[in-house]
């Protein structure tokens, strides 16, 4: 089967090259920002207009916001707007045009009902501090060089690798593998190369087809499974507030930059600041490299999974429990787990928001009316079963995989405050993921709009 995958690779630059490629970023900015206030400045005089009472025919023309169409202004003004184009690729410019009229469709689409999600702000220009610097270059020569530690970019040259590419080096001597794009990006005081690629993949199976796990994930423990299996927290974040706290105050006590007065930020205020994001910038390797290896491990032991369909983004309004939750990374568990049962072969199974699988009983099916999060132990005044809460839940999302699948039903098995029994084997209700399945099918449901998977490996 055929996915789109990213490999991702850190770079190490000189100083000419990290010049450079700055001033390919900067490309895209300028062509951005242009291209944002000629959008910006057309639909102002056409608001104007109509509140002086301009009719519709009379109206400014308006312009089209599409990729082709800003390529085309550019293209008629760049000699008088940025007289320097030609010592940047085309693509520098085209990455920020089409930044832009991503980001123009996803705010009028929020603003008709067609998108779903938070609604999306009107893009604002970008700016030269604040804004990360990035660059993606969809033609020309890209490719990795035979020793596998450079790899060449259009006008860029040759630029070495921090690491060896040899896994992608690999599909593509073997004709598994098509560059699609390379994006650089300068994260955490370094810059990556991403190279987006569409990656022909071996049908696989997972080491026991039969087996099905529940995975409930938590605080206490990162993941606890139906098998018993306890996952433990690392709890990066928390273990790395004391040295971010001493970065910061030494960050503070530097001359920064300042607006108001125009002053620029002073050398040892840049340095500080570099040590402060790589310092972010670890943390976020550490739990991504975390997620990845419990996600993978899962989907290529477990045939079926099944996880809880939660509602992160009302969690994080927990003040108290915000930090831990947003550290501990449940919906990156969740996407992993998404798209790597797709490639192994397995399913996943997502749990409706509302199925109570805490307050069920994993042993004889009834279910609590309420149940606090201070309880830790689930003790069941039916069949008198005693049991870890989260290690009940976890078995009662193993369960719903095996139960029967009514799909006349609709709804969730129980809304909030459940308070009726919830048999393993009655109505249940799940939902349907991209890459997922219901739990009394066979086989794989790919993504709806194709194969389009992506992972930092």
């Not at 100083?15 to 062509?31: F, T």
């Not at 001493?246 to 040590?275: E, F, H, I």
């Not at 749990?351 to 830790?376: H, I, M, N, Q, V």
Request: contains cysteine; glycine residues 8%.
């Amino acid at each position: 089967m055929k996915v789109i995958q990213a490999y991702r690779y850190a770079l190490d630059l000189t100083a000419g090259q990290e010049r450079a490629v700055l001033a390919h970023a900067g490309a895209a900015r300028v062509a951005h920002n242009w291209a944002l206030a000629r959008v910006k400045a057309v639909m102002d005089q056409r608001a104007a207009e109509r509140t002086y009472g301009v009719s519709k025919e009379s109206l400014t023309p308006a312009v089209s916001w599409t990729l082709p169409a800003l390529r085309k202004a550019w293209n008629a003004a760049k000699a008088e707007v940025a007289p320097w184009w030609a010592e940047c690729s085309k693509e520098a410019f085209n990455t920020g045009l089409d930044a832009l009229a991503r980001g123009l469709k996803n705010w009028a689409d929020s603003r008709a009902g067609k998108r779903a999600g938070r609604p999306v702000r009107f893009p604002r220009f970008k700016s030269r501090r604040r804004s990360t610097p990035s660059v993606r270059f969809t033609t020309g020569t890209i490719r990795v060089e035979p020793d596998r530690k450079h790899v060449t970019l259009p006008r860029l040259g040759r630029l070495k690798l921090h690491e060896s590419a040899r896994k992608l080096a690999r599909r593509l001597e073997a004709g598994t593998a098509r560059i699609m794009s390379a994006t650089l990006r300068r994260d955490g005081g370094r810059w990556h190369v991403a190279f987006c690629v569409e990656v022909d993949r071996a049908d696989r199976q997972p080491t026991r087809p039969a087996s099905t796990v529940g995975v409930d994930v938590g605080i206490k423990h990162l993941a606890v499974l139906s098998t018993g299996e306890l996952v433990p927290n690392p709890r990066h974040l928390q273990q790395a507030e004391r040295r971010f706290r001493a970065l910061n105050r030494a960050l503070s006590r530097k001359a920064g930059p300042d607006r108001r007065v125009g002053r620029r930020p002073s050398r040892r205020w840049q340095q500080a600041s570099t040590r402060l994001a790589r310092a972010h910038a670890r943390i976020a390797n550490l739990r991504r490299d975390g997620l990845h290896k419990l996600t993978t491990r899962l989907a290529r032991q477990h045939g079926t999974i099944v996880v809880e369909d939660l509602n992160v983004t009302g969690m994080l309004a927990n003040r108290r429990l915000a930090r831990h939750i947003a550290d501990a990374g449940f919906a990156e568990i969740r996407r992993q787990l998404t798209y790597k049962t797709h490639w192994n072969g397995g399913r996943l199974t997502v749990a409706d928001r509302w199925y109570p699988s805490s307050k069920t009983c994993s042993a004889c099916g009834a279910a609590k009316t309420k149940l606090t999060l201070s309880e830790r132990e689930y003790a069941c005044e039916t069949c008198g079963l005693i049991l870890d809460r989260d290690l009940n839940a976890a078995r009662n999302l193993a369960a719903l995989a095996a139960a029967e699948i009514d799909t006349a039903g609709s709804g969730p098995v129980a809304g909030r405050g459940a308070d009726h029994k919830t048999r393993t084997r009655g109505r249940v209700a799940a939902k349907r993921q991209p890459g997922t399945v219901h739990a009394g099918q066979t086989g794989t449901v790919p993504p709806q709009g194709g194969t389009t998977d992506h992972v930092f490996t």
